[in-house]
């Protein structure tokens, strides 16, 4: 959870989960959507249910132990070298340098590392320096130490170098760069992309959701179903298209959509037109293309359901609608 989460922010999410899930036994045993729904908002869901997949890991190869080597535990799925070594220094005192952030902007500023930082050859090159650093006495301390020293004293901007124990042999600070360090590329601008997605509600009010596949992004997430506009194509008509691909229905469009929602994903953004929309005469009923489940449900049950953000926000207006 802290991976992409202040602690703040973490903490009511971390107590209902292990109040939830209190072992790694019954997280295991957990069905996904309940994982995803008690997740949501956190977002980065793959964390969840990568977390949920090697869980299972944990109770089929481990007797639901969490293993204690660093082989062992970069194995399971969604670990890769920075948590296992942050893990089996700090639990076990394997000797493991630890690689983030602030352990890169120290190590730039201390050795005068000016190559992108955004290169595989620059991030090997400081994981060698940490390396060399390490205390292999003390890996779990030392790793800490040098983690909490970028956080607190080496910080991004004005950092505290007055009050840096490492000021007497750091390039930066010798040679008045501190700025300069560590350098990283300018990113790629993100993309816009409109997004328009239809609210089908059948004789009864109940509201047409969709899941979708474990290995798309949002992975496991129920949505109302929709995609991407296409140039020269009208917001009412990409719906149209949309469901006839996706579940193979007709339907009826509002030339308006009631809500339009901005969000920002770490790559590119989106405006999210929602719209309502009805099976047309003769449709054929809904059938997932690409054999996901589907669910017709009440507004009132749409809370029992782990939407994406922006979803999430469709679903709290029509929540509304429904009670007012």
Not at 183 to 193: E, I, L, V, W, Y
Not at 224 to 230: I, M, V
Not at 293 to 305: C, G, I, K, M, S
């Amino acid at each position: 959870m802290l991976q992409q989460t202040r602690v703040d922010q973490a903490m009511p999410y971390y107590e209902r989960f292990v109040s939830r899930f209190p072992d790694v036994a019954s997280l295991a045993r957990a069905d996904l959507d309940e994982v995803l729904r008690l997740w949501e908002g956190l977002g980065y869901y793959s964390r969840a249910r990568n977390m949920h997949k090697a869980a299972r890991q944990i109770v089929d190869h481990h007797n639901s132990r969490f293993p204690d080597t660093y082989d062992a535990i970069i194995a399971l799925q969604g670990i890769g070298p920075y948590t296992a070594a942050a893990v089996t220094s700090i639990a076990f005192n394997e000797p493991r340098a630890v690689v983030d952030g602030n352990v890169i902007r120290v190590i730039c500023r201390l050795y005068g590392i000016g190559e992108d930082v955004r290169l595989a050859s620059t991030l090997k090159r400081i994981a060698r320096r940490a390396d060399v650093l390490l205390d292999r006495t003390q890996s779990g301390d030392f790793n800490q130490a040098i983690m909490e020293l970028g956080a607190t004293v080496c910080t991004p901007k004005t950092p505290l170098c007055h009050e840096c124990p490492l000021q007497n042999s750091c390039h930066a600070w010798q040679h008045d760069q501190v700025s300069l360090y560590p350098f990283k590329s300018p990113g790629k601008k993100r993309p816009h992309h409109q997004i328009a997605v239809g609210v089908i509600r059948d004789g009864q009010g109940r509201m047409l959701i969709a899941r979708r596949p474990e290995n798309a992004m949002l992975g496991g997430l129920w949505e109302f179903p929709g995609g991407k506009q296409e140039p020269g194509e009208s917001l009412s008509r990409t719906v149209q298209r949309e469901l006839r691909e996706e579940l193979g229905v007709d339907v009826t469009v509002d030339q308006e959509p009631f809500e339009m929602i901005q969000h920002a994903y770490s790559h590119f953004t989106i405006t999210l037109h929602a719209f309502f929309a009805s099976l047309a005469d003769g449709s054929a009923p809904p059938k997932a293309k690409n054999g996901e489940p589907f669910r017709w449900v009440p507004a009132y049950e749409l809370t029992d359901f782990a939407f994406p953000k922006a979803n999430r926000k469709i679903t709290e207006t029509l929540v509304k609608y429904s009670v007012e």
